[in-house]
Every structure is written in C-alpha cells, then in structure tokens.
C-alpha cells in the first residue's frame, strides 16, 4: 500500500537536524514545505504500487500494448480484441498457453476458443487384421486426423460481384484454421469438417 502525503511529512520533519530552529509543528511553513514536498513522493510512491500491477499481464492497463507486443499480438491468426478485458485475456492465454499433442488438448483448445462439442477423429491405415469393410486408408492417412466442429456453417459463394481471384464456394473460420494449423503436430495433416455432428 502506498504511503500517503502525511507520512512522507512525518519522516521528512524526522530527518530535521533537533534544535529550536527546526520545529516539528505542523502549522509552521517549514512543515508545509515538507508537505508539499511529500506530495511528490507519495505520488511517485502510488505510481511504484501500480507499476507491480503493470507488471501482471493479467492486471495491467498502461502497459498493455507493450505486453502486446512482447507477445506477438495481435498475431495472424487473431484480430486485436475489441476490449481492453478481452485484450487481457488473450494476452494471458497467449503466455500462459503451453500446448500439446493430446485429443484432450485440442478439444480444450476449441473449447477456449469458443467451439464447445467438437470431437477428434483419428484416422488409421489399413491392415491385414482390418475389418473387411474398413477404409482402405493408406500412406498418409496414418497422420491425418479430422477435427469436426458441430453447428451450422456459413457458405459464402462466388457471384456475378465476386473479383475474379475469389473463390468459387468457401467456408469455415480461418482464424480457427490457423490457430489449429499453429498447435497441431508437425507431421500431421489436420482436417476441419465444418457443421458436422459431433
């Protein structure tokens, strides 16, 4: 907590020299010379408090756009957040975020990221001890896997307005797609199967 103006006074008129000359009244002009002069300290006092709260990057607010950049944000992937509480929080997931590999990661991750009810689908060759009707998954497929986001899916498709270079149909969220390209393992092949039953 921050020493006030009047206890910076009390120890300045502390630190006098003891005599008749250096009276410790406080309705002398010495004592509010000192008092004046304490108000700075104890203003610089309050500013050294809310520097420790600058230094939490869940708490800051000053220093926020620095801890930003620090941080990378905002990255490829995501957009500077409307709110300085959204700012924060995505701050702090960003340095705080550790990763993984694990189906429980990144449905933890979708989660955080607000697509609540995905599921993890893993892909797996075919072998000689295979059903009979599995799918005939060869090659890469053993490092594939699909991640199916329930819901509703937009579709924007090309019309007669369209520039040329747009594509014919797209879809999806491509923030999501980076953010999940970013985290997956190297070697994999991550699929996203919007508006699938989970």
């Known amino acids: 907590m921050a020493m006030t103006a009047e206890h910076y006074q009390a120890q300045l008129l502390e630190l006098l020299p003891s005599g008749p000359a250096w009276s410790r009244d406080l309705d002398t002009g010495l004592a509010k010379l000192l008092l004046a002069k304490a108000d700075e300290l104890a203003r610089v006092d309050g500013r050294a408090d809310q520097l420790i709260e600058e230094a939490d990057p869940r708490t800051t607010s000053e220093l926020l756009s620095d801890w930003e950049r620090v941080a990378g944000l905002p990255d490829e992937c995501m957009d500077l957040a409307p709110t300085p509480d959204e700012r924060r929080q995505r701050l702090h997931q960003k ?7 694990s189906v429980n990661f990144f449905i933890n991750l979708l989660e955080v990221l607000g697509y609540p009810g995905c599921t993890i689908t893993e892909f797996r060759p075919f072998r000689a001890n295979s059903r009979c009707n599995a799918s005939l998954n060869q090659g890469g497929w053993r490092f594939a896997w699909r ?9 924007r498709a090309m019309n007669a307005t369209s520039p040329c270079s747009a594509p014919i149909r797209r879809w999806g969220d491509s923030s999501l797609a980076c953010i999940l390209a970013r985290y997956r ?8 199967s919007y508006g699938a039953a989970a």
């Open 147 to 155: 991640i199916n986001v329930p819901g509703s899916v937009t579709i």
């Open 185 to 192: 393992p190297a070697h994999t092949i991550l699929y996203i």
């Open 95 to 101: 340095l705080a975020w550790q990763g993984g590999q």
